[in-house]
């Protein structure tokens, strides 16, 4: 007899185990906005991510379209994977003194690990981490940028 | 005339099957080697190696400001601990003091680590059980903390954060209000974790008395962390060497003597629950100061040999290097809790039947690229 009345109390509490999940997984049926993290291929629009988001490195360019790259190479020897190529060039200024400009800034997006060594690092602010996250791309070769925008030029305070 | 064959598989047939190394339960690329006799595990030879990127030797071409990206890619879910045991390591090494903000920041960050890893594996502990709830609830509470993570340092699983002397960047203006609203907002929703599964019936079935592993197994194994103080092995790093500042919080190491997975899975839920109880201790305690004392560019070590260990969300992380007073270490080497943690699992799922295996592997808690570095 008491055989027979443990199993069936073990059903019993089984079932109330049960039924305490349910209850509230049924309380978020009817609560649904409670569970939802973010829906996100809809919310492409409204969405927008923290100003640290570590999206890619960018070059910052003011609207006279110059930006504060000297071409020191600091972030090209601190970066581990090898992701910034800077290629550079002599140049003569009216003064007579000969200058380094940078020819382009080569970043390879496929190969970064987003340790954010460059933009720390930097001695003259030229880089920073943009927002964008959408990166899928059909050819690997998209994937390899110059940051610097073609026809850009130092900016005038930007000390070596 | 086809002969019809003559072996049927029978009750003393043994089996070698593979489970892996794309099987969902490993997560990740693992590979189980089981022999079988019927649907009873006779023995597993786990093989891994499928994700080795030699980070160890790649290590020793990068500077160390360079290897805490690399300390990252290991145990994933655990990012700020690693950071945080090589981090410990240079400042070990070079004498340095680090300014009591970045201690407590450091604190609050592997404590917010260790809860949402043990919420993942919750909810991935409950997939592995058929309970496919656990897996939407667990990330909703994780998401939390990832935004807060991501508002600070911009990204929600690698985050390269504390380095060597301190932080990369200031946290953001935010971050305590954010901590003080999750700290009531979780603690509303972790009873529902035990309203969902640890009461469920089928989930106790399925985890008591499953995978027994005594105490002094578990340290003949080495295994440390929640599956192994489930074993009533006292190896938490954080009471035994307090590093950052443990030392001034008050939180007990949560220990069970049954050591099932039904025990481990209940250190994991206890755990959080101290977890939260030292965010709470430590959210008002934020010091001003200095975010980062100011390193030499190249971090050279003196000639001899280090070693540090850290408790991250599995267990003890040692991290030892020998340096010959170069820029980069001459060799290192890490002692990763889950390369310990993997190699029991023979011992727990022999004589228990396939799926127990998966609860098995799945209470161990285990993360493969941290197996193979």
Same mark, same amino acid.
């Given at each position: 007899? *008491?055989?027979?009345? +443990?199993?069936?109390?073990? &059903?019993?509490?089984?079932?109330? =185990?049960?039924?305490? #999940?349910?209850? !509230?997984?049924?309380?978020?049926?009817?609560?649904?906005?409670?569970?939802?993290?973010?829906?996100?291929?809809?919310?492409?629009?409204?969405?927008?991510?923290?100003?640290?988001?570590?999206?890619?490195?960018?070059?910052?360019?003011?609207?006279?379209?110059?930006?504060?790259?000297?071409?020191?190479?600091?972030?090209? *020897?601190?970066?581990? +994977?090898?992701?910034?190529? &800077?290629?550079?060039?002599?140049? =003569?200024?009216?003064? #007579?003194?000969? !200058?380094?400009?940078?020819?382009?800034?080569?970043?390879?997006?496929?190969?970064?690990?987003?340790?954010?060594?460059?933009?720390?690092?930097?001695?003259?602010?030229?880089?920073?981490?943009?927002?964008?996250?959408?990166?899928?791309?059909?050819?690997?070769?998209?994937?390899?940028?110059?940051?610097?925008?073609?026809?850009?030029?130092?900016?005038?305070?930007?000390?070596? | 005339?086809?002969?019809?064959?003559?072996?049927?598989?029978?009750?003393?047939?043994?089996?070698?099957?593979?489970?892996?190394?794309?099987?969902?339960?490993?997560?990740?690329?693992?590979?189980?080697?089981?022999?079988?006799?019927?649907?009873?595990?006779?023995?597993?030879?786990?093989?891994?190696?499928?994700?080795?990127?030699?980070?160890?030797?790649?290590?020793?071409?990068?500077?160390?400001?360079?290897?805490?990206?690399?300390?990252?890619?290991?145990?994933?879910?655990?990012?700020?601990?690693?950071?945080?045991?090589?981090?410990?390591?240079?400042?070990?090494?070079?004498?340095?003091?680090?300014?009591?903000?970045?201690?407590?920041?450091?604190?609050?960050?592997?404590?917010?680590?260790?809860?949402?890893?043990?919420?993942?594996?919750?909810?991935?502990?409950?997939?592995?059980?058929?309970?496919?709830?656990?897996?939407?609830?667990?990330?909703?509470?994780?998401?939390?903390?990832?935004?807060?993570?991501?508002?600070?340092?911009?990204?929600?699983?690698?985050?390269?954060?504390?380095?060597?002397?301190?932080?990369?960047?200031?946290?953001?203006?935010?971050?305590?209000?954010?901590?003080?609203?999750?700290?009531?907002?979780?603690?509303?929703?972790?009873?529902?974790?035990?309203?969902?599964?640890?009461?469920?019936?089928?989930?106790?079935?399925?985890?008591?008395?499953?995978?027994?592993?005594?105490?002094?197994?578990?340290?003949?194994?080495?295994?440390?962390?929640?599956?192994?103080?489930?074993?009533?092995?006292?190896?938490?790093?954080?009471?035994?060497?307090?590093?950052?500042?443990?030392?001034?919080?008050?939180?007990?190491?949560?220990?069970?003597?049954?050591?099932?997975?039904?025990?481990?899975?209940?250190?994991?839920?206890?755990?959080?629950?101290?977890?939260?109880?030292?965010?709470?201790?430590?959210?008002?305690?934020?010091?001003?100061?200095?975010?980062?004392?100011?390193?030499?560019?190249?971090?050279?070590?003196?000639?001899?040999?280090?070693?540090?260990?850290?408790?991250?969300?599995?267990?003890?992380?040692?991290?030892?290097?020998?340096?010959?007073?170069?820029?980069?270490?001459?060799?290192?080497?890490?002692?990763?809790?889950?390369?310990?943690?993997?190699?029991?699992?023979?011992?727990?799922?022999?004589?228990?039947?396939?799926?127990?295996?998966?609860?098995?592997?799945?209470?161990?808690?285990?993360?493969?690229?941290?197996?193979?570095?």
């Amino acid at each position: 007899m *008491n055989a027979f009345f +443990n199993y069936f109390s073990e &059903i019993g509490h089984g079932i109330g =185990t049960l039924l305490k #999940g349910m209850r !509230v997984t049924s309380g978020y049926f009817f609560r649904p906005r409670e569970i939802i993290t973010q829906k996100y291929p809809e919310n492409r629009a409204t969405l927008k991510m923290f100003d640290q988001f570590k999206g890619e490195v960018v070059m910052p360019h003011d609207k006279n379209n110059n930006h504060r790259c000297t071409g020191c190479g600091i972030c090209e *020897n601190n970066c581990p +994977n090898g992701s910034i190529q &800077i290629l550079t060039r002599k140049e =003569t200024t009216p003064e #007579g003194k000969s !200058v380094r400009v940078i020819d382009k800034h080569i970043y390879h997006l496929s190969m970064c690990t987003f340790c954010g060594l460059c933009v720390k690092t930097c001695p003259s602010d030229a880089l920073a981490f943009g927002q964008t996250f959408e990166h899928a791309v059909f050819d690997r070769q998209k994937l390899t940028k110059v940051l610097n925008k073609p026809g850009s030029s130092l900016k005038k305070d930007v000390k070596e | 005339m086809v002969e019809k064959s003559e072996v049927i598989l029978g009750e003393n047939e043994h089996l070698r099957i593979n489970m892996g190394p794309q099987h969902p339960s490993t997560h990740g690329v693992l590979r189980f080697e089981l022999d079988l006799r019927g649907e009873i595990v006779d023995q597993v030879i786990p093989h891994c190696g499928y994700i080795h990127r030699g980070i160890e030797k790649m290590s020793e071409a990068n500077t160390y400001q360079q290897i805490i990206h690399l300390t990252d890619r290991m145990d994933y879910l655990s990012a700020h601990q690693n950071n945080e045991a090589m981090s410990l390591l240079v400042e070990k090494a070079l004498g340095i003091e680090v300014p009591e903000r970045v201690k407590v920041i450091r604190t609050i960050l592997s404590e917010l680590s260790r809860l949402q890893s043990h919420e993942l594996w919750w909810a991935a502990f409950g997939m592995d059980l058929g309970a496919l709830t656990t897996f939407f609830y667990g990330l909703r509470d994780r998401e939390r903390i990832l935004d807060i993570f991501e508002e600070s340092f911009g990204s929600r699983l690698l985050h390269s954060y504390i380095c060597p002397g301190g932080l990369m960047n200031d946290v953001h203006p935010n971050f305590k209000s954010r901590i003080k609203e999750f700290i009531p907002y979780f603690r509303k929703k972790l009873p529902e974790y035990d309203q969902l599964l640890t009461g469920n019936i089928i989930f106790m079935e399925r985890s008591k008395n499953i995978g027994l592993l005594t105490r002094e197994e578990a340290i003949a194994f080495g295994i440390t962390g929640p599956s192994g103080r489930g074993s009533g092995f006292s190896c938490d790093v954080r009471k035994h060497e307090p590093y950052s500042a443990y030392d001034r919080v008050d939180f007990k190491e949560i220990l069970y003597t049954e050591g099932d997975t039904y025990a481990r899975y209940r250190v994991r839920i206890d755990e959080m629950w101290e977890s939260l109880r030292i965010l709470e201790q430590l959210v008002d305690q934020i010091p001003d100061g200095d975010y980062t004392v100011k390193m030499k560019p190249i971090i050279k070590l003196p000639e001899g040999e280090y070693y540090q260990r850290v408790e991250t969300a599995r267990g003890e992380l040692g991290v030892y290097v020998v340096s010959t007073g170069d820029k980069y270490p001459e060799r290192i080497h890490f002692r990763t809790p889950n390369f310990s943690n993997l190699f029991v699992i023979d011992k727990l799922a022999r004589g228990h039947k396939i799926a127990d295996l998966v609860a098995i592997s799945g209470s161990l808690d285990l993360v493969i690229p941290d197996i193979d570095r």
